[in-house]
């Protein structure tokens, strides 16, 4: 596991120089020092969910939840690493505990419906939401409600959701992702080629909503790719896509000469495209 460098006792050899020149109690100081632990305990827990590797912030959560089990906080902790590393199912059962337990907040109920929903468990996520109060009008319930109204081809009331979500984030790429997404598995490729490039315009780099983009276009029989930023391996990849989605079509020459643009393309050798070509006879 990465070691992370403790400031702690630095702070408290400082703040205990500082006591003996101003004067301050023992209890302040003692005071002081636990508020500069929790502070830089919080910013572990947070190095451990972006910086770390999602299977050794799973390690370290998990022994921390052990020495603590009655820590709401740390199980909280313990859920979102649970989700990063895609193990989304035991995220479920941790966050369960949690809405069950008396300190249950609306956050852990979003929490919960987030993580059924990545387990597939859309009925179960319907339930939790149905039971956090309509005044919490947030980000996280407008997208978790549009990805549920979804499931369920409530198409109006999925786009009020996503409509409402992303109006309350400054940056709604995902959402319009989603919702293109949405639009395109309704045969609605038009109005999703709209929404992806929506998504495209806050965040550049994201490269689902590329590649979602393509196959709204290829659904056109619009095979050329988007003006859209790019790396060369994307660009392959972004190839592949269109040229399987000529082949699905029944394009079948534009998809063969896609998919050898790809091969071409790739600055590795690209095994996928490499044997679909192969296995048209190219």
């Known amino acids: 596991m990465r070691q992370f460098v403790s ?157 409402v979500a992303a109006g309350l984030t400054s940056q709604p790429a995902n959402v319009y992702n989603n919702w293109g997404f949405s639009k395109l598995q309704r045969g609605d490729p038009k109005g999703a080629e709209k929404l992806f490039r929506e998504a495209l315009s806050y965040d550049p780099t994201l490269f689902t909503a590329k590649n979602n983009l393509v196959l709204a276009r290829a659904a056109q029989h619009n095979y050329d790719l988007p003006v859209v930023d790019m790396t060369q391996q994307e660009r392959a990849q972004l190839l592949y896509t269109a040229g399987l989605a000529a082949i699905k079509q029944g394009d079948i020459a534009i998809g063969k000469q896609l998919l050898q643009q790809a091969v071409e393309t790739s600055p590795t050798y690209f095994e996928a495209a490499a044997r679909s070509l192969a296995a048209l006879g190219g």
Not at 30 to 59: H, W
Not at 139 to 145: A, I, K, Q, T, V
Request: aromatic content about 6%; proline content about 4%.
């Open 7 to 163: 400031l702690a006792t630095g702070i408290a050899l400082a703040l205990s120089l500082a006591a003996c020149q101003q004067g301050l109690s023992d209890d302040q100081v003692k005071a002081a020092i636990d508020n500069a632990s929790r502070i830089e305990q919080d910013n572990l827990n947070e190095l451990m969910l972006t910086v770390a590797d999602p299977n050794e912030g799973v390690v370290y959560f998990q022994n921390a939840v052990k020495g603590a089990p009655e820590d709401p906080v740390l199980q909280r902790y313990f859920a979102r690493a649970l989700l990063r590393a895609g193990r989304s199912d035991e995220a479920v059962k941790i966050l369960t505990g949690l809405v069950a337990a008396p300190t249950v907040t609306d956050a852990d109920r979003l929490a919960l419906a987030d993580a059924q929903i990545r387990a597939g468990d859309w009925k179960d996520a319907e339930a939790t939401l149905n039971a956090i109060p309509p005044t919490v009008e947030t980000y996280d319930r407008y997208r978790l409600e549009a990805l549920v109204a979804d499931s369920k081809k409530q198409w109006k009331k999925a786009d009020s959701f996503y409509e």
